[in-house]
């Protein structure tokens, strides 16, 4: 008689391990007001668990993206299905937005003014028995710190805290999918950190994909585990943050992300000449006419000499920014010819008035692109 085969010898090694199902799939989306194209053909996924910041200018599709996603504006071309599930389609009658399991939070809190702190968080608890409603809403609220909140009334809470019972009353239902459209823009700077964090952990604890849209690129870097940068209705490019930072794809992406100094210069020999030095120009042709952005950062200052009057590259003026300081600089090249530059070191960094410095380059923040790209 034949021994029983060992377990390991009852598993297929090529099977494949089943991915979780996106919480929201969007395919072929194209969306137009009159003569408006708003979204052009954008095809995303959001994963359980994840969240993916839609990033761009005002107008740039962003929250017509988001509401055909929650239901509140009609699919035109394409389809979005939630955990799997059609829920609209170009041509078919779509899924009310109040049976997708959808979380909302927006700009505007939006509490109801009769209604407690707790009474606005279980409000969309119906279908559970009063104690269940009760024991959830309150875990949401001590979660979010608002937990000593729980019978007052909204009209005396700052913005700050109103947008967290907002962030409870979207959570309450564990829905699989929240969609946050600017949800902190209207709050001031040191608060929205602190409220940016606890949304954070608040979506992490809960499970839910995350399509969050937002115009503020450190937001999106800290929020983010994926980033979909938009621009005139399309993504240009999407992938982790550190990938759209040091790997931009187009140089929208790497001005969008903050400040650049920017130059010209036809390619020879695989490399463009620039105020600073030559730069790599990897994948374009000798002869091509290209575009050198250089972020401030990448250029490290150093100081030499006495500062005085002279021709040589030298400090025009030194801001301190708080964690960065500001050099604005005037560069010469080789020729003699005067470029204006900006730098940003980390910490206290003030160089005087007309001092001679050198610069050196992080070529890792230095992106070349054929001109007009």
Do not use: W
């Not at 809403?137 to 710190?145: F, P, V």
């Amino acid at each position: 008689m034949a021994s029983p085969s060992p377990l390991s010898d009852l598993i297929d090694p090529g099977a494949a391990t089943v991915a979780p199902r996106p919480a929201v799939r969007m395919t072929d989306i194209r969306h137009r007001f009159d003569d408006l194209i708003a979204v052009d053909d954008v095809s995303l996924d959001v994963s359980p668990g994840e969240v993916v910041c839609l990033l761009g200018p005002s107008g740039c599709g962003k929250t017509t993206l988001l509401r055909i996603a929650a239901g509140l504006e009609d699919v035109q071309h394409g389809r979005v299905q939630l955990d799997g599930d059609l829920v609209a389609e170009a041509g078919r009658r779509g899924v009310p937005p109040e049976k997708r399991s959808v979380g909302l939070m927006f700009q505007d809190s939006a509490l109801f003014p009769h209604l407690t702190v707790l009474e606005n968080v279980v409000f969309g608890l119906g279908s559970l028995p009063l104690a269940d409603r009760g024991r959830r809403g309150h875990e949401l609220l001590e979660q979010l710190r608002m937990g000593q909140y729980a019978h007052a009334y909204p009209h005396v809470l700052s913005g700050g805290q109103q947008q967290r019972v907002a962030l409870a009353r979207a959570l309450a239902p564990a829905p699989r999918l929240m969609l946050l459209d600017e949800p902190f823009s209207a709050l001031d700077a040191r608060l929205r950190d602190q409220i940016r964090d606890d949304t954070l952990h608040a979506l992490k604890s809960s499970g839910a994909g995350t399509l969050l849209v937002t115009h503020d690129p450190e937001e999106a870097m800290f929020m983010a585990d994926r980033i979909a940068i938009m621009r005139d209705g399309r993504i240009l490019q999407i992938g982790h943050p550190v990938d759209l930072y040091c790997r931009p794809a187009d140089p929208f992406v790497v001005t969008f992300f903050g400040d650049v100094n920017r130059f010209e210069g036809v390619v020879e020999r695989g490399e463009v000449l620039t105020p600073v030095g030559r730069v790599e120009a990897t994948g374009l042709q000798d002869g091509t006419l290209a575009q050198v952005l250089v972020r401030p950062e990448a250029l490290r200052v150093v100081v030499v000499g006495e500062p005085g009057t002279h021709d040589r590259t030298h400090v025009i003026m030194s801001r301190l920014l708080g964690r960065t300081s500001l050099t604005h600089l005037c560069v010469h090249d080789d020729s003699g010819r005067e470029y204006h530059l900006h730098s940003r070191m980390p910490g206290v960094f003030l160089p005087e008035e007309n001092q001679p410095v050198e610069l050196h380059l992080d070529r890792s923040q230095i992106f070349v692109f054929p001109a007009g790209a």
